[in-house]
């Protein structure tokens, strides 16, 4: 197996990572282990940062 450091998602689909946001936070409150909130933030503030826009705009632009 090849060892690497980071993943690309260049070409994920935005309702796929929709989907993998939500899911980390249903997970989160459901099984109250931070982790996954906390994972999903860190996802949440590179997406955004990459964008250029706030937390906020990045989610309605994956929810349109």
Same mark, same amino acid.
């Given at each position: 197996? @090849? &060892?690497?450091? !980071? #993943? *690309? #998602?260049?070409?994920?689909?935005? &309702? %796929?990572? =929709? =989907?993998? @946001? /939500?899911?980390?936070?249903? $997970? *989160?409150? +459901? $099984?109250?282990?931070? %982790?996954? $909130? +906390?994972?999903?933030?860190?996802? @949440? %503030? /590179?997406? *955004? !940062?990459?964008?250029?826009? !706030?937390? /906020?705009?990045?989610?309605?632009?994956?929810? +349109?």
């Amino acid at each position: 197996m @090849l &060892d690497f450091d !980071s #993943i *690309s #998602i260049q070409e994920m689909p935005k &309702d %796929d990572m =929709l =989907l993998i @946001l /939500e899911a980390l936070e249903y $997970t *989160s409150k +459901e $099984t109250k282990v931070q %982790d996954f $909130t +906390e994972l999903k933030n860190r996802i @949440l %503030d /590179e997406l *955004s !940062s990459l964008a250029e826009v !706030s937390k /906020e705009d990045f989610l309605k632009y994956l929810s +349109e």
